[in-house]
Every structure is written in C-alpha cells, then in structure tokens.
C-alpha cells in the first residue's frame, strides 16, 4: 500500500538551458509543506511507498516527454503529467485563474465564463485520471489537492470504484450566493466531481459550511456531523487547517546564515521599526487596502515620520492574467505616491521589492521584522502568518492578521481586522505601542499552538480520518444486501410454512413525491402485493405513516392488514379500523394554527392535518431556509406542548406531531404476538427514523432492511426503494 499525491504542480520545476534540462524544486505553500511531510516519512518509514503526479511547471516537446518523465521520477520519486502551452493557457490561466480563483476569491466581476475553458477544464482532469490509473495500485491512498482537480475524484471513482481517495480544497469555498454564479451544469459537476471522493478536506469551519449549504441546495442532499450519503456511498466534510513544519522554521532564525543576513539588514534600517508586508502578486492579498492604510497611518501619526519602514516584498505571480498585471502597476504608483509624499533624502517609508526571496532571507526579514501586516480580502489559510510566528525567537513581534484569512480562526491573539483603511491604520498604532510583556504572552500562546498542530499532525489527521471513513463504509457495505445473501432470503422464506412483512410505504414501497397524493401505487405494485397477500399462511402489513382513509382508498379489495399514522390505527385484513389504544386529538386545534402560520412564511410548505396527527410539509421549499424556519417552529411546539404527551417526529422534510406512547414497533408486536414461533419468516423494511421503532422489535431471525446507507438498527441495507420492490417481486416468484 502507498500514498499518491496529486496536485497540478508538481514540486518540480523544468528549466530549459542550451537544449537540456535543469530540475529544481518548486516553491510554494502546498509544494513545500507536502515536500515537508513527503520526506519525514519516507525518513521514518523508509519502506513507505510515496509517489507524486503533476505537471513539471512547462511545456516539453512530446519527443523528450519520456526522457523527462523517467529523470524527474528518478530525482524526485514524481511522476510527470505533460500538458502543452495552449492547454495551460485555457485550463491553468483560463478556467481556474479567470473563474474559480476569483469567484471562490470574492472577487466576481473578474470571473470570465468560457464555454471553451470550462471544456478544456475537464479535459484535463480526465489526463490526470489517466495517468493515476496508470500509477495507482489497488491498495494506495490517493490524495489529491486543490481547485485545478475538482473533478478528479469523481473520474477515478469510476474506473477504481473501491479506491481510497482524499481531496483537499486549499482555497476558500464561497457562500451559495457566490457559487452560484456559475453556470447550473458547472457548478453540479464540480459537485459530483468533489464528491467522489471518500473525505473532502477544508481548512476552516466556514468554508466546510458553506460547502455543506451548497450541498443541500445544489444536490438536495443532507449531512449527519458532516457525513453525507451520495450515490450510496457515505462522504466525509470536514475540517482540517494546514500547519507548517514549525521548527524547520523556528530553529533556522537561529543559524549562522540567517543572523549574517539579519546584520546586514539591520544595517539598512538602523534604529527604525520595520513593518512587513510579504505576498504574491495577487489581487486577493489586499496589497492596495494594505498601502492606503499605511498613508493613512502616517498621515495621521507624523510621531512616527522617519521611525518606520514598510518593507513591502510582492513575489511574481500570475503574470499573463490581465488582472493581476493591472494591480502591478496600481501598487507601482501608490508606493511612488506614498514615498514621493512622505519620504526624504534620509529616510524612504515603503522599500518595496518585486522578486522571489531565499529561504534564509525570507527568516531574516521573519525573525528582523517587528511586525508583520498579513492583511488578505480573503484568503484560504495564510502560511505567512504562521511563519512568521514560528521565526520569531527573541519573544517580540506583533502579527496583525486579516479576518479574512484562514489562519485567522488559530492566531486570535495576533490583532486581528477587517482590512480596511482605517483599521489597518489602527492595528499599526496598536502594534507599535504593544506592551513587550504583552507581544510574549501572545507569541508563547501561537507558538505552542503551531507546534502542536503542524504540517505534519495536518497530513496524519487527514489519512486517519480518511482510514476512518473507508472502514465505516465497508461496514456499511457489509451489511448491503449481497446476491448471495439475497438467495439465502428467498429460500428461507419459500422454505418457511408462514410468513410476515412489514412494509414501510412512502420511500420503500413508492419513491418520495412532493405532493403526497401523488405517491399512489402503480400497476407493478399492486400485482406484487395482491400475489403475496394472496399467499398461504402469509401476512403482508403495510405501516405507514399515511392516513386511515388514504391506505383504505388504494388497498381496501386487497387482504392487507394496514397500520395508519405510524401505529394510531390498525386494520387487520377482512376487519375494521381500530384503534392501538384510546388517545386524544383535542390538541390539534392549538397546534394547526402555529403550523398555518409557519406554513405561510415558508414558501413551498403546507400543512396536512390527520385524524390524530398534524404534519408540516416542506419537501419543495428552499432548504436552507426551510431548516431555519423548521427549527424555530420546533422550538416554539416543544415550549408550547410541553405539558402535553405529544412527540415531534421530523423525517423525511416532515415535521408530525403525535400522541407519545405510539410507534411502529408497538403496533408490530400486535401481529408478531399472535404468529407462531417455529418455521416462520418474518422481514421488516423502511427508510427513516420512524421505521427504527420498527426494527428494534423485530425478534431474532428476521430480515430487517434500511433503505439508503445510513447506520440503523436494521441488520441489512439496500440501496435504494426499488430494490425493496424487486425483492419483494422475486418472493414469490
């Protein structure tokens, strides 16, 4: 068994020199803190088996591809996805920098929608599938990363169906509002994309949230503490914020090199405090916002002319994305503007610099610098605030962090703002005047924190949560109705002399309507029910939630026993209606006009009203609005019927109230009491919560079947409400 990485780059890099080739190591967050962890475990556990797949950062001639490919997975264990210029520019510079990047960025009027990206887009999620398959054996672990491979899962889930597949989103997830700016078949592809993967990773809670709202109201689909069941499958939404190798970088602000580096900092800024700014050219960091806070601050604190120096670093990125050239030349102008205006022979306020850093500078400027600006308008994580944290060894320094950004959610005693004008102007006062006493006290605090969860407990919290959700799905699974198991139940039941079925109807018999009265049993159904109610010593129950007078109407020329409003009333065949026991409806006429009223401010709602029970339908209104109003009606009949012996059922987008004291499994044990104990077959079948009373009454022996893949008290599965039907045909067959 081994690990698969892959993301669109590989932590490789090509350079071209001469006709050959030169190989270095790229640089970058999820690069470096992946290569991090790469090489711990391979050092540990040398026997380990780690592969990466991306693509090499440029085009290759096709007739040097293999020469390539086998020199980079010799250097560096990477296997190499070869795409050509002209790709990249629609799949890498197009569809993920021109539309995702910004929309997942808050950034929507820079999103383009090219039908010819978006195409390409797929195409080339479809090469990196190739190539896993090529790669992949059956038992590796397959970790894949980012917004450049959301529909990646979804492909590998088809051609290795029993794979182990991770995928990690390392930019923001939007709210619904902004997602769905894209268009409807997009953003349901990326969906589905997405969740063919076993455990889909998020950094921060908000962006798993948004996520899970999107789920709900894109696929309709719920989630259980973040499990949801897509294509009988259970999926895993959860948190996990990228750590950094913590003392890599505490432990290199003490070496030789880096304090070399320091002193001749220092000897550029003698006796000034130095404010650094440090990003990739990119319109998300808020470097502008940055900029005119700083204008501010010095406009409006002249005490600290000529005692401060912003050292601004903005490391290329992007540079054939108009956007990002357009910011370039608005912080060129803004820092001629700033220094022009405040500075003098003596003293320039912003030393700004467009390059790349050396690690050891990039410590220095950590480790000299008494406070860091990381100020994002929306950031996934933000490694440079945890660096900077983890360099600083002389217990100083003042982080002021964005809110914005992911990291912002671990660093709350970094002073953290809305990176507006004047806040940003206002950290700046506040750092400067920061108590020494204080700064330590919140540094320790960080510290320990980042020690603690660092990129290494980041990738092992991942892979176990990923073991975990793989081994709860083969339990589910192993409770799935196998052919072979389902040859077992049919014997059984052709071999037994009598026989008792308990059959949920709404979601087991007929499939989920949005109208009630439209889920009447079609021809197929009726004939299976008339055929094995028909049969000899063979009791066929059907126990619904339905009303008396609505099963009466589609089974009363048939010799079914019916169980009504989920075990209020029962009619064994050629008998009347009874009821299970005496109780009261007196209290529907409090509760209907609450209901009335909920119903009018939720579209799509209405409410039913049954002999001793009220239900509150909201299966065609918006989900996330309906969950809202569904919980506050909730709460107000839990305060308003607590002196009442009524239960609350919600199931189902359903909310019923009824008389307490009355379920499915009492109303069972009403026909199983009268059935012989020798030779019988007995099997029960439902979908929801209501039919658990159902299951735990059933003696030993029975068949209990769950519709869907949830865990339940029912000892078997199936998968969905047509293969209750099937079987239920093949009984008697």
């Known amino acids: 068994m081994g690990l698969i990485i892959v993301s669109n780059r590989a932590p490789v890099s090509i350079v071209s020199e001469g006709g050959k080739y030169r190989y270095d190591e790229s640089s970058g967050g999820l690069a ?19 592969t990466w797949l991306g693509w090499p950062g440029t085009a290759v001639p096709e007739s040097d591809e293999n020469k390539v490919r086998k020199e980079i997975l010799k ?33 929507p009027s820079l999103a383009s929608y090219e039908t010819e990206n978006w195409e390409e887009y797929v195409a080339v999620n479809q090469v990196y599938c190739e190539a896993l398959c090529r790669i992949a054996k059956r038992n590796d672990v397959i970790w894949i990363h980012d917004y450049h491979l959301m529909l990646l899962p979804a492909m590998l889930r088809k051609k290795m169906p029993d794979a182990e597949i991770g995928f990690f989103l390392h930019i923001p997830f939007p709210s619904y509002e902004v997602f769905r700016l894209l268009p409807s078949e997009w953003r349901r592809q990326i969906f589905e994309g997405m969740y063919g993967a076993d455990l889909i990773g998020f950094h921060t809670h908000d962006y798993r949230t948004y996520f899970l709202r999107s789920t709900l109201r894109i696929l309709g689909l719920h989630n259980h503490m973040g499990e949801v069941s897509y294509n009988n499958r259970l999926v895993k939404v959860d948190t996990f914020p990228m750590g950094i190798d913590y003392h890599k970088y505490h432990s290199a602000a003490l070496s030789q090199k880096v304090k070399k580096e320091k002193t001749l900092l220092r000897k550029t ?32 604190n002249p005490q600290w002319m000529e005692k401060v120096i912003l050292m601004m670093i903005i490391v290329p990125s992007r540079i054939g994305v108009e956007s990002y050239q357009a910011i370039k030349s608005q912080i060129d102008e803004l820092v001629g503007s700033i220094n022009g205006r405040y500075g003098n022979f003596e003293w320039v306020p912003i030393h700004y610099q467009y390059r790349s850093l050396s690690f050891t500078e990039l410590i220095a400027l950590y480790n000299t610098s008494d406070i860091a600006l990381v100020t994002p308008l929306r950031d996934g994580m933000n490694l440079i605030a945890k660096e ?50 204080k700064q330590k006290k919140h540094l320790e605090v960080m510290q320990k924190r980042l020690m603690t969860y660092d990129v290494f407990r980041w990738a092992d ?28 139940i049919l014997t059984k039941f052709g071999r037994s002399a009598s026989h008792i079925l308990f059959l949920d109807y709404d979601g087991t018999l007929v499939p989920f309507v949005n109208h009630p009265e439209d889920a009447s049993p079609d021809k197929r159904l009726m004939s299976i029910l008339e055929r094995l109610s028909g049969m000899k010593n063979t009791e066929v129950v059907i126990i619904s939630g339905r009303d008396r007078h609505t099963l009466k109407n589609w089974f009363s020329h048939l010799p079914l026993n019916l169980v009504a409003e989920h075990g209020i009333w029962l009619k064994e065949k050629n008998h009347a209606w009874q009821l299970l026991k005496p109780v009261r409806s007196n209290w529907k006429k409090r509760i209907i006009p609450i209901m009335n009223h909920f119903a009018e401010r939720l579209p799509g709602s209405y409410v039913e009203e049954k002999e001793f029970s009220v239900v509150f339908h909201y299966r065609m209104s918006e989900p996330v609005f309906a969950a809202l109003r569904v919980k506050e009606l909730v709460n107000h009949l839990v305060s308003f019927t607590s002196n009442l012996d009524i239960q609350i059922l919600n199931s189902n987008n359903a909310l019923e109230m009824r008389n307490s004291g ?21 099997l029960a079948a439902g979908d929801d919560w209501t039919d658990e009373d159902l299951f735990r009454v059933m003696p030993a022996g029975a068949f209990s ?29």
């Open 32 to 50: 470096s803190g992946l290569r991090t962890y790469v090489e711990r475990v391979k050092k540990k556990s040398p026997g380990n088996k780690i």
């Open 75 to 107: 250097k560096f264990d990477v296997q190499s996805v070869f795409l050509s210029e002209d790709v990249m520019e629609r799949f890498y510079q197009g569809f993920c920098n021109k539309t995702i990047w910004p929309l997942f960025h808050y950034f």
């Open 269 to 300: 800024i003698p006796g000034k405090k130095l404010i650094l700014s440090l990003d990739r050219q990119d319109y998300s960091k808020g470097i502008l916002n940055r900029l005119r806070g700083y204008d501010h601050f010095l406009k409006n």
């Open 388 to 437: 900077y944290i983890a360099s600083r060894t002389d217990n100083k320094g003042v982080l002021i962090l964005s809110e914005m950004a992911g990291a912002a959610d671990e660093l709350a005693e970094s002073i953290v703002i809305n990176p507006n004008t004047e806040e940003i102007s206002n950290a700046l006062v506040e750092a400067l005047h920061a108590d020494e006493k």
């Open 461 to 488: 919290d991942f892979l176990s949560q990923l073991k975990s959700i793989k081994k709860k799905q083969r339990r589910l699974r192993a409770k799935m109705i196998t052919p072979q198991l389902r040859k077992k």
């Open 662 to 682: 009355i379920d499915k499994g009492v109303a069972a044990l009403h026909w199983l009491s009268k059935i012989k104990k020798n030779n019988r077959f007995i």
């Open 705 to 733: 079947i769950k519709v869907g893949q949830q865990s339940s008290y029912a000892l078997l599965n199936v998968p969905t409400q047509e293969d209750v039907v099937n079987l239920l045909n093949d009984l008697h067959s």
